[in-house]
Nanobody, 122 residues
Framework: QVQLVESGGGLVQAGESLRLSCVVS??????MGWFRQAPGKEREFVAL????????SDAGSVKGRFTISTDNAKNTLYLQMNTMKPEGTAVYYC?????????????????WGQGTQVTVSS
């Protein structure tokens, strides 16, 4: 059974940092990613990492501030978030896709964690 469990969310002030973790169990996947969903908004892509070539991509809104990484020995995906902004307040989800080069859309990811709340105060 596939399970994704996120942790690390919380309340931070603008400009501070936070690191999210996602432990994956059950199987391996071609791509793993982070998405977020703010109240009243659609779920949006944040970052992804591809197992095939260990490459990564991230959204323009977080470029230079967020870093996605993995610890293969621990089956864990991380999202290091620096210089956080109030518009980053959302529930953050990790997810997996069987595609090697998936588009940045939530509908191509088939397993999801339960989400972790991140709140950034101004």
């Amino acid at each position: 059974q596939v399970q994704l469990v996120e942790s690390g969310g919380g309340l931070v002030q603008a400009g501070e940092s936070l690191r999210l973790s996602c432990v994956v169990s059950g199987r391996t996947f071609s791509t793993m990613g982070w998405f977020r969903q703010a109240p009243g908004k659609e779920r949006e892509f944040v970052a992804l990492r591809r197992w095939i070539d260990d490459s990564a991509s991230d959204a323009g809104s977080v470029k230079g501030r967020f870093t996605i990484s993995t610890d293969n020995a621990k089956n864990t995906l991380y999202l290091q978030m620096n210089t956080m902004k109030p518009e980053g307040t959302a529930v953050y989800y990790c997810a997996t896709s069987p595609m090697r080069y998936p588009p940045v859309r939530a509908d191509v990811y088939n397993y999801w964690g339960q989400g972790t709340q991140v709140t950034v105060s101004s």
